[in-house]
């Protein structure tokens, strides 16, 4: 069982909201390689980007926020 922690940081005035699911919405994961789905809402309109890190220190690169990625933890 891997257990994972998410963190938004946030730059402006109003917190943009959205979801992760990781393999379709389970509640544990026995494997490495994941699907991750995930939305997001800006109400200013602003572009959504995210980069994504296992452990909090090394990170992926900033990319425009897609709704399913594949990911190894």
């Given at each position: 069982?891997?257990?994972?922690?998410?963190?938004?940081?946030?730059?402006?005035?109003?917190?943009?909201t959205g979801t992760i699911m990781i393999n379709g919405g389970a509640g544990y994961t026995n494997t490495t390689k994941v699907t991750l789905t995930m939305t997001a809402t800006d109400l200013e309109g602003e572009a959504i980007e995210m980069r994504l890190s296992n452990d909090g220190t090394n990170w992926s690169g900033w990319e425009p926020r897609p709704i399913v990625r594949n990911w190894t933890l």
């Open positions: 069982t891997f257990d994972k922690e998410f963190t938004i940081q946030i730059t402006k005035n109003h917190a943009p």
